[in-house]
T-cell receptor, first 119, second 112 residues
Framework: EVQLVESGGGLVQPGGSLRLSCAASGFIFSDHHMAWVRQAPGKGLEWVCRIRNKINSHTIEYAASVKGRFIVSRDDSENSLCLQMNSLKAEDTAMYFCGREVSGSFDFRGQGTLVTVSS | DIVMTQTPLSSPVTLGQPASISCRSSQSLVHSNGYTYLSWLQQRPGQPPRLLIYNLSNRFSGVPDRFSGSGAGTDFTLQISRVEPEDVGVYYC?????????FGPGTKVEIK
């Protein structure tokens, strides 16, 4: 069974940092591109970033709203995905979901991890 | 960036009756490989998004066959042949053709 379990969220002050993790199991992690998507309270879905698989050189793309502040990484030996979030702003407050890419879309399995940026 | 729009934004439906949601993209979602990178996701209340349809019309694993996707180019439709109580939630279309990947605003499906 495919599982994706997000962790690492919490309350952080503006300007602070947080590191999210996603533990994957039940599929060949190294074969898949992986992504982070977020959802602000009461709002819709927003794509944050994607990191491709090894065959595609682990290339990375970011949304303009997080570029230069967030860093995505993966460890294929540990089946894990991480998101280092720096210089956090109030508008980064959201539930963060990790997803595996399926032919141009995303398969989400976890409940997400909540990030709250507030003083 | 590719802009995704959806209509309606709210859809009261009757149990057992069909429902339809429209989605439009600001440019064609057809890749040079021939695939159309349009997908549909469902989000039930308090739950994470769930992939329903990918590549325009392919049902994802475990998705009931009452859900179907259709369309071409820039105009797309998600149809539910007979609405069940568990279909209540918000439905999003999404383009996966190019980064930044973008979602529609969502259509809230509720029972009349």
């Amino acid at each position: 069974e495919v599982q994706l379990v997000e962790s690492g969220g919490g309350l952080v002050q503006p300007g602070g940092s947080l590191r999210l993790s996603c533990a994957a199991s039940g599929f060949i992690f190294s074969d898949h591109h992986m992504a982070w998507v977020r959802q602000a309270p009461g709002k819709g879905l927003e794509w944050v970033c994607r990191i491709r698989n090894k065959i595609n050189s682990h290339t990375i793309e970011y949304a303009a709203s997080v570029k230069g502040r967030f860093i995505v990484s993966r460890d294929d030996s540990e089946n894990s995905l991480c998101l280092q979030m720096n210089s956090l702003k109030a508008e980064d407050t959201a539930m963060y979901f990790c997803g595996r890419e399926v032919s141009g879309s995303f398969d989400f399995r976890g409940q997400g991890t909540l990030v709250t940026v507030s003083s | 960036d590719i802009v995704m729009t959806q209509t309606p934004l709210s859809s009261p439906v009757t149990l057992g009756q069909p429902a339809s949601i429209s989605c439009r993209s600001s440019q064609s979602l057809v890749h040079s490989n021939g695939y159309t990178y349009l997908s549909w996701l469902q989000q039930r209340p308090g739950q994470p998004p769930r992939l329903l349809i990918y590549n325009l019309s392919n049902r994802f694993s475990g998705v009931p066959d009452r859900f179907s996707g259709s369309g071409a180019g820039t105009d797309f439709t998600l149809q539910i042949s007979r609405v069940e109580p568990e279909d209540v939630g918000v439905y999003y279309c999404m383009q996966g053709l190019q980064a930044p990947f973008t979602f529609g605003p969502g259509t809230k499906v509720e029972i009349k």
